[in-house]
C-alpha cells in the first residue's frame, strides 16, 4: 500500500501555528492575565493552584459532541454514557436522526446505537453493539459481538479499537496521559468552573491534541450532582489528526448536561433479555432439568388473520412433556377461526393435542365429544407457529434443554415480581435449516418454587423463541409464560391417542401372569403400567405411545392375574415417512407375532412392585402358550377362562409332592425374583 501523501492549507499551517503558540504560553498565563477578584501588589492575577478531582467510580453523564475536522461539515453526535470502573461495566449510547420515506411521505426516525461492556455476560470478548437500524434499511434492534458497525460513533472515540480494554467519553478524556495543570477559573456556557490544560497524544490518530478541560467550581456553583460537588462542565480537544485516511485539524468540544455520582442496577448494564447477538459464542450449561415433567403455560404470539388485522392473543395451556419417549401432550382451546374478531367467543371446546415426534404426527382429540384429527407437526421455513383449523402445531423447545446443548448467559432481570436468569442458544431446527434461537429464562436461585412436597430452585419460568433472522418480526416469535413447573413425572396415560382409532386398527392381547400375595398391584398401578409398557415395546418391537389402555384381573385363587393391553396401528391414511422408526409403524400382525414369540420361550415377564414397604421388586413371568387376541375391548369388558393349564396342574403336582416328602412347605406360581 502507497504512503498517504499530506498536503496542509496555508491556513492549516496558521493554525497550528497558533495552537503551538498557544499551549506554549499556557505556563504564562498566571502572570499574564488581570483579575477583578485577586491581584498581587504588581497587578498581576493570581490563579490558585485546584487539583483535578478523581472522577467517580460511578457515574452517568448526557454530552453533546460536536466534530469538526479540516472544510468538512460538522458533526453532532448526542451521548449518554453510563460507567461502574469497580465492575468494569459501561454503556455508551448515542442517538441521532434521519429522514426516512413512509407512504410516499419523508418522516424523521430516531437512531440509537447502544455499546455494552460487561464481564458477567458470557460468550462475549469485549462488549456488544446493538443498533436500532442495519446497513440495509431495516428497522429493530440489531446485536454483533466485538465487531464496531459501519459509520459508529465510536470511530471518533480517541482512537478506541476492539482489544484496547474499558473505554467512556468522561473517563478516557479524565484518564488521558495528557499531564494536565491548572489555569485560572472562567466562565463556561454560564457556570463558574476551574480550568485545566493539557498535551493528549493519540497514537491511533498520530495526534497531539490540546485539550482544555472545565470543572464547575464547587463552592461558587450547585451541580447536578448536589451541592458541593464539581463536575465536568467542558472539554475542548484540538490538533492535527489522521482519521479514516485524512489528515487535518479536528476540533472536539464535548459539553456535559449533566452528571451524576450514581450506581446503576446491573440490570442497567444488560442487553434485551431475548436479543441474540451475531458472534456470541455459547459455553454455558443451563442446570438440568428432568426429561419429564409438566407446567401451565401462557402463550403469548401475534396472529394475522385472513382479514389481515393483526391480533395479539394470549392462550392458556395445560402441558406434559416425556423425553424419552419423544411425547407431549397440551389442553388448550383452539381458535375459532369462522370468528376472527373475538376468535375466543366461538363453540370450539377443550382439545388435547398429543405430539409424537418419532413421527412427527399430531392428534387432537376433543375433549367434549372426542372426536380426533391427525396432522403433520412441523414448523414451516420461517419458524412461524403454525395455526391449522384454529389448532396450533409447534415443535417443543423444551427440546433444547435436553442433549447437553450449550447457551450463552444473558444475565439475570426482573419479571413476574422475581428474578430470572436468561440464557439463550440458536441453531438450526434441522440440517440445513435456518437457525432457531431460544431465549429461556430460570428462577433466580435466591427463590424457592412449590413443587408439591418438594421445593426446587431454578425452574423454567419463561420462554421466548424466535427465528434467529426474524427477531424483529413479531408474527415470527411467541412468548410462554410458564406456571407450576413439575418436576414430577406425569402419568403416562395422559398420552392416550386410542380415541384417534377405530376398532378395526387395534390390536387387544390378554396374557396369563404368575401372583403371589406380597405383589402390590393395586397401590403402584402407575409404576406397574410404566413396566407393563416397557415389556410391551421391548418383545412387541412397538412405541410407547402405542401401547394404551392397561389392565388386569387377579385371579386369587389360582395364584395368576390378567394382563389385558392395546397396542394402535399405525394411523390410516397416514402417509409413512422414510425416516421413521420401524417400531412406530410396524404393523399390529407383527407385533402380535413378536409378543406371541416371547410368552411362549419365557422371555416375556414384568417388574412387579411388593408390598414390603422397603420399594422391593418381583418378576411376573408370563404363562407359555397364554396369549390371545381379543375381540374387542369396548365398554372395558372382556372375558377369559379361570384355572391352569393341565401342564401348570402336572407341575403343581409335582411340587406338592416335594413338599409333602420334604416336609417343607414351597408354592409354584409363574414368579421369579428379579
Excluded at 463552592?219 to 480537544?237: D, M
Excluded at 421391548?538 to 397396542?567: E, H, M, P, Q
Amino acid at each position: 500500500q502507497a504512503p498517504a501523501v499530506t498536503t496542509t492549507t496555508p491556513q492549516a499551517g496558521c493554525r497550528m501555528l497558533l495552537r503551538s503558540v498557544q499551549f506554549g504560553l499556557l505556563a504564562l498565563l498566571p502572570c499574564l492575565v488581570t483579575s477583578e477578584e485577586e491581584t498581587t501588589t504588581s497587578g498581576m492575577q493570581f490563579c490558585p493552584e485546584t487539583p483535578l478531582i478523581k472522577i467517580p467510580d460511578a457515574y452517568s453523564t448526557m454530552m453533546m459532541m460536536n466534530i469538526q475536522m479540516g472544510d468538512m461539515p460538522g458533526k453532532s453526535i448526542s451521548l449518554f454514557e453510563a460507567a461502574d470502573n469497580n465492575l468494569e461495566k459501561a454503556l455508551i449510547r448515542s442517538f441521532g436522526e434521519i429522514d426516512v420515506i413512509e407512504n410516499n411521505q419523508t418522516v424523521p426516525e430516531l437512531l440509537m446505537e447502544t455499546m455494552i461492556w460487561n464481564p458477567e455476560l458470557s460468550g462475549v470478548k469485549e462488549f456488544l453493539s446493538i443498533v436500532t437500524r442495519d446497513e440495509d434499511g431495516n428497522t429493530g434492534s440489531f446485536c454483533g459481538a466485538d465487531e464496531l458497525k459501519p459509520g459508529s460513533f465510536m470511530q471518533w472515540m480517541f482512537g478506541y479499537k476492539p482489544g484496547q480494554g474499558f473505554p467512556g467519553v468522561a473517563g478516557m478524556i479524565h484518564m488521558a496521559d495528557a499531564d494536565y495543570v491548572a489555569g485560572c477559573p472562567t466562565v463556561v456556557r454560564g457556570i463558574e468552573v476551574n480550568t485545566y490544560h493539557g498535551l493528549w497524544k493519540i497514537a491511533e490518530w498520530d495526534a497531539d491534541m490540546s485539550v482544555d478541560y472545565y470543572w464547575s467550581d464547587p463552592y461558587k456553583w450547585e451541580s447536578s450532582a448536589g451541592r458541593g460537588i464539581a463536575v465536568p462542565v467542558s472539554a475542548v480537544l484540538e490538533g492535527m489528526a489522521t482519521i479514516g485516511g485524512m489528515r487535518d485539524i479536528l476540533k472536539i468540544t464535548i459539553d456535559y448536561s449533566d452528571f451524576f455520582e450514581a450506581h446503576h442496577d446491573s440490570s442497567f448494564y444488560l442487553p434485551p433479555p431475548d436479543l441474540w447477538c451475531f458472534g456470541r459464542s455459547m459455553d454455558d450449561m443451563v442446570p438440568e432439568i428432568p426429561q419429564e415433567f409438566s407446567y401451565t403455560s401462557e402463550l403469548v404470539f401475534s396472529w394475522l388473520p385472513p382479514s389481515q388485522h393483526p391480533m395479539n392473543l394470549i392462550i392458556t395451556r395445560n402441558e406434559w412433556f416425556d423425553g424419552p419417549r419423544m411425547i407431549s401432550r397440551t389442553d388448550y382451546k383452539p381458535l375459532d377461526m369462522d370468528n376472527t374478531a373475538d376468535p375466543f367467543n366461538g363453540k370450539t371446546g377443550q382439545v388435547k393435542q398429543i405430539n409424537d415426534f418419532i413421527t412427527g404426527l399430531s392428534y387432537t382429540i376433543s375433549k367434549d365429544f372426542g372426536n380426533c384429527t391427525v396432522d403433520y407437526l412441523e414448523n414451516d421455513e420461517t419458524g412461524d407457529v403454525i395455526m391449522h383449523e384454529g389448532h396450533i402445531h409447534m415443535s417443543n423447545p423444551f427440546m433444547d434443554l435436553m442433549g447437553g446443548n450449550k447457551f450463552t448467559y444473558n444475565g439475570m432481570y426482573a419479571d413476574r415480581a422475581i428474578e430470572i436468569d436468561a440464557y439463550l442458544r440458536t441453531a438450526p431446527m434441522f440440517e440445513g435449516g435456518d437457525n432457531m434461537t431460544t431465549a429461556f429464562f430460570l428462577s433466580s436461585s435466591d427463590y424457592e418454587v412449590e413443587d408439591g412436597s418438594i421445593p426446587e430452585r431454578l425452574i423454567p419460568s419463561k420462554l421466548v423463541r424466535y427465528l434467529t433472522a426474524g427477531y424483529n418480526n413479531i408474527y415470527e416469535k411467541y412468548t410462554m409464560n410458564i406456571f407450576g413447573f413439575s418436576k414430577q413425572r406425569p402419568d403416562f396415560n395422559k398420552y392416550d391417542i386410542s380415541a384417534c382409532y377405530e376398532d378395526s386398527h387395534k390390536l387387544h392381547i390378554m396374557i396369563r401372569m404368575g401372583w403371589s400375595l406380597d405383589m402390590d398391584i393395586e397401590h403402584t398401578s402407575i409404576k406397574f403400567n410404566d413396566e407393563v409398557r416397557k415389556s410391551v415395546v421391548i418383545w412387541g418391537r412397538v412405541t410407547s405411545i402405542r401401547v394404551v389402555d392397561i389392565k388386569f384381573d387377579i385371579d386369587f385363587a389360582n395364584s395368576a392375574f390378567y394382563l389385558i393391553f392395546t397396542v394402535l396401528d399405525y394411523p390410516p391414511n397416514v402417509d409413512i415417512q422414510l425416516n421413521d422408526l420401524p417400531d412406530a409403524i410396524r404393523p399390529i400382525a407383527e407385533v402380535k407375532k413378536n409378543l406371541q414369540n416371547a410368552v411362549n420361550k419365557g422371555w416375556f415377564k414384568v417388574k412387579v412392585y411388593k408390598n414390603d414397604g422397603h420399594g422391593g421388586v418381583i418378576a411376573s413371568v408370563a404363562e407359555a402358550g397364554s396369549l390371545i387376541e381379543l375381540g374387542t375391548r369396548e365398554g372395558g369388558q372382556f372375558t377369559h377362562k379361570t384355572g391352569y393349564t393341565s401342564g401348570s396342574m402336572a407341575a403343581l403336582g409335582i411340587v406338592m409332592l416335594i413338599v409333602t416328602v420334604g416336609g417343607i412347605l414351597a408354592l409354584l406360581v409363574y414368579v421369579l425374583k428379579w
